[in-house]
C-alpha cells in the first residue's frame, strides 16, 4: 500500500553479508511509533539484543525520516539515527535539521536499518532503487568535507552522511555529520558507523513525496509560513548574533550556562568576552536554512582580522558551540570558532570535547593527573592546550586515548578521585546546571532517555513562568483538563509554585510525538504549533485518520519504549540523579553562591514524574499497568519479567 506523506519501504542492509532487502512500512508501525525516532525506537529495540557491545558489528544503526520531513511544512526537516551509544551504553538516540532524510524519503526509503560489519571501509551509495556497497578505502582517514566532496566527484549530486577521522577511529563521542554541517550529536555515533567500517551513506532521490489533501495542506502550510517570518525572534535568530545578549548573556547572568568544567559561573561573559559587537563585526557572515524552513538561522562564520583571518565554514548554533568552550577556559570569539572548526572537520561532538577538555584541565590543576601523564602537555586552560587535546583525542594518542572514551569511563580509568570532577547524567554532559533553579528543561536532562540532554524537555519555562501560563500552555499539547488541575491549580495562577516535573511527563510525550514528524524545537518554530494544528497537518498530509489522543499516546508509547531499552540494559532511578558536583559543590555566580541540590528535593520531583509518567517509584520503570495501556504488554513482559 502506497502512504502519503510516507516513502512507503524500509531499506535493510547487512554489512557482513552484504545483502541488501526492501519491506513495506507497515500501517500499524506508523500508527503506533509515528515515524522517525518513533519507528527508529521500535526498531532498534526488537533488533538490539540486551547487551550488545556498541561497538560490535551486532549493533544496528537506524536512520529515519518522519511523515513531514521531505514536504514544505516549514521546520519538520529533522531526521536522525537511533542505535545503541558508545557513549552510554543506552539508547543513542540524534537528529539534524540538515539532514539526509528528505533525500532518503524521496529514493523511497522512510528508514534505513544497518547491520554487521565490512570487512574494509565502504560506503553505501542509494540511488533511488539502486543500492550499491562501495569501497570506500581512497577516503578512510579524510576529513568531512575532503570525503564528502570526493563521494560527490564519485557520484554526483548525492546528500551524503560521513563520519570523520574520530568515528573512524571509535571515539565514543564522534558525530556522523550530515551534508558538511548537520551534526548527528552527542552520543557516539559516528564511532558506531566506525566500528562497521561504514565511512558514509551517499543518497540521492528522485521520487518525491505526494500528500493526501494539496490544497488543505497548501493552505495550512501558507498559514503556518506566514506565522514564522511574522516572528521578531526570527531577525533575532538569524541576524548577526543578536540573540546572544538576551538569550546566552541571560543564562550566564542566571547561572544555567557555566564554565570551566561547571566550576563557577560566567555572569561576564557576553558582556567581557564573546561580545555581540565582535560577533557581528568580525565573526558572523551570513545565515542558511534547513530544507523548508523560512527562519533560516543557522550561520556562516568568517572571521575577519587576528590569526584565523579568512577561516570560513557553516554552523548550526553559530553562536552557542563557539561560546560553548569557555567550558574548556576559552574566553574569545577567535579560539571558540577555531576549535569548533577543528571538531566539524575531524567529526566529534563539539559540546563533549569542550567538557572533555575542561574536565582534563581542572583534574591536571588538582593534581590527579601531572605532566607524565599528558606527554609533557601542561594544561592551564590555554587555547593551545585545547587545539592539542583535540588533535589528540581525534587520533586517541597519548592522554586524548583516554578521553576520547568520553566522560564517565575516562573519569572511572583515572581513578584518583577523577570521578567527582566528571559532570554527566548517564554518561551525557548537562548543557544546563541545575544548581541555581529547576525548570522543566534542566530537569528533563535527568529523565532523558539519551542523558544529560534537554532537547525534548523543550517546552515553556526557559523563562520564569507563573502558573498561568502553564495553565494556558498545558492544553495546546494535550494535557486533559483534570491534570491541569493538578499541575498548576488556579490557587497558584500568579505564582511560581507549580509542578514542573508533572508537566515534564506530557512535554516528553508531545515533543516525542512531533520530533518523529520531524519538528524543530527552535522558538521561532515549535511555538507555532500544537496538537490540533500537527493533527490536522497530519491527515491533510498522509490521509491516515489519527486524532489528537491517538497522536499523544503515540508520543507516549514512543517516550516509554525509549525507556525500557534503557531498563532491559539495567537502567533504573538511580540513573536519573545529578551528577556528583552539583549534589556536592555549591556554584558561584558573580556575587550570589548557590547550594549543591539536596537529594531530598530531586527525589521528590522525581516522585511526582514518575507519579505523572505511570512509572513505579522505587525503581522508575513503567509499570505493566502504563505498558498494558500503551499496548506495549509484550515489550514490557520481555523487559520486566525476564
Ligand atoms: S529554525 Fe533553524 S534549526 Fe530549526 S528548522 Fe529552521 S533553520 Fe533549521
Known amino acids: 500500500m502506497k502512504y502519503h506523506g510516507y516513502a512507503g519501504q524500509i531499506l535493510y542492509i547487512d554489512l557482513t553479508g552484504e545483502s541488501i532487502r526492501k519491506e513495506p512500512l507497515d500501517l500499524d508501525l506508523i500508527k503506533n511509533f509515528i515515524g522517525g525516532m518513533g519507528i527508529n525506537s521500535k526498531l532498534a529495540f526488537d533488533l538490539i539484543k540486551p547487551g550488545t557491545d556498541p561497538l560490535s558489528p551486532e549493533n544496528v544503526i537506524c536512520y529515519g525520516a518522519g511523515p513531514f520531513v521531505g514536504t514544505l511544512i516549514p ?115 559516528g564511532a558506531v558507523m566506525g566500528s562497521k567500517n561504514l565511512k558514509a551513506i551517499a543518497v540521492r532521490g528522485t521520487k518525491g513525496i505526494t500528500v493526501f489533501q494539496r490544497g488543505k495542506f497548501l493552505k495550512l502550510v501558507k498559514e503556518l509560513r ?30 544555567v550556562y557555566v564554565t570551566k568544567n561547571f566550576s563557577k559561573g560566567i555572569p561576564e561573559g557576553v558582556d567581557e568576552y564573546f561580545t555581540q559587537k565582535e560577533y557581528a563585526e568580525r565573526i558572523w557572515k551570513n545565515y542558511y536554512a534547513c530544507v523548508s524552513c523560512p527562519a533560516g538561522d543557522k550561520g556562516v562564520l568568517s572571521i575577519k582580522g587576528g590569526k584565523y583571518d579568512g577561516l570560513t565554514f557553516k ?80 587520533r586517541r594518542e597519548g592522554i586524548g586515548d583516554i578521553l576520547a572514551e568520553g566522560i564517565k569511563i575516562a573519569s572511572q580509568k583515572i581513578g584518583k578521585g577523577a570521578e567527582k570532577y566528571a559532570v554527566h547524567v548517564k554518561g551525557l554532559e548537562p548543557t544546563m546546571d541545575l544548581r541555581p533553579e529547576h525548570f522543566i528543561e534542566n530537569f528533563g536532562q535527568l529523565v532523558d532517555p539519551r542523558g544529560a540532554h534537554h532537547a525534548r524537555g523543550y517546552s515553556i519555562t526557559y523563562i520564569p513562568r507563573k502558573g498561568k501560563s502553564a495553565r494556558s500552555y498545558a492544553p495546546s499539547i494535550g494535557v486533559p483538563e483534570d491534570r491541569i488541575d493538578v499541575i498548576a491549580p488556579e490557587s497558584e495562577a500568579d505564582t511560581n509554585n507549580w509542578s514542573k516535573s508533572r508537566l515534564l511527563k506530557w512535554v ?14 527552535r522558538i521561532q518554530i515549535a511555538p507555532q504549533y500544537s496538537l490540533d494544528i500537527i493533527k490536522d497537518l497530519f491527515y491533510a498530509t498522509t490521509g491516515i485518520e489519527m486524532n489528537s489522543s491517538d497522536l499523544l499516546r503515540a508520543g507516549e508509547r514512543i517516550w516509554n519504549i525509549q525507556r525500557l531499552f534503557n531498563v532491559r540494559e539495567g537502567a533504573s532511578r538511580k540513573d536519573d540523579m545529578p551528577p556528583y558536583r552539583m549534589l556536592n559543590d555549591p556554584l558561584v555566580v558573580g556575587d550570589k553562591k548557590f547550594p549543591p541540590l539536596k537529594e531530598a528535593d530531586i527525589n521528590e520531583l522525581l516522585d511526582e514524574y514518575y507519579d505523572e509518567s505511570g512509572w513505579d517509584k522505587d525503581t522508575g520503570k513503567p509499570t505493566m499497568k502504563t505498558l498494558d495501556n500503551l499496548n506495549l504488554e509484550n515489550e514490557g513482559e520481555l523487559v520486566l519479567n525476564r
Not at 514564522?228 to 547561572?255: C, F, H, Q, T
Open 315 to 394: 554552523v548550526s548554533n553559530p553562536w552557542g558551540t563557539p561560546i560553548t568552550f569557555n567550558q574548556a577556559g576559552i574566553r574569545n570569539w577567535d579560539d571558540g570558532v577555531k576549535c569548533v572548526n577543528m571538531t566539524n572537520r575531524f567529526g566529534i561532538d563539539a559540546f563533549t570535547t569542550a567538557i572533555m577538555i575542561g574536565f582534563a584541565n581542572e583534574i591536571y590543576q588538582k593534581g590527579i593527573i601531572s605532566k607524565e601523564d599528558t606527554g609533557g602537555l601542561k594544561l592551564n586552560w590555554s587555547a593551545e592546550a585545547a587545539f592539542k587535546l583535540i588533535e589528540q583525542i581525534t
Open 226 to 255: 506566514g506565522k514564522v517570518a511574522a516572528s521578531p525572534l526570527v531577525d533575532m535568530w538569524r541576524n548577526e548574533g543578536k540573540i546572544i545578549e538576551p538569550y546566552e548573556g541571560a543564562y550566564m547572568k542566571r547561572g
Open 75 to 189: 521546520g519538520f526537516s529533522r531526521s536522525g539515527i537511533i542505535s545503541k551509544s558508545p557513549l552510554t551504553g543506552l539508547l543513542g538516540e540524534s537528529q539534524t535539521g540538515v539532514s539526509i532524510g528528505p533525500m532518503l524519503k524521496y529514493a523511497g526509503y522512510d528508514h534505513v536499518v544497518i547491520t554487521g560489519r565490512a570487512e574494509k571501509p565502504v560506503y553505501i551509495a542509494i540511488d533511488d532503487d539502486n543500492v550499491t556497497i562501495k569501497d570506500a578505502t581512497r577516503i578512510w582517514g579524510k576529513e568531512i568535507g575532503e570525503s564528502t566532496n570526493e563521494i560527490r566527484d564519485e557520484l554526483g549530486d548525492f546528500w551524503v552522511s560521513c563520519i570523520g577521522p574520530a568515528g573512524e577511529r571509535l571515539v565514543r563521542f564522534a558525530n556522523i555529520i550530515e551534508n558538511k554541517n548537520g551534526m548527528i550529536g552527542r552520543v557516539g555515533l
Open 508 to 521: 516528553n510525550d508531545y515533543n516525542s510525538m512531533s520530533f518523529s514528524c520531524g519538528m524543530c524545537m
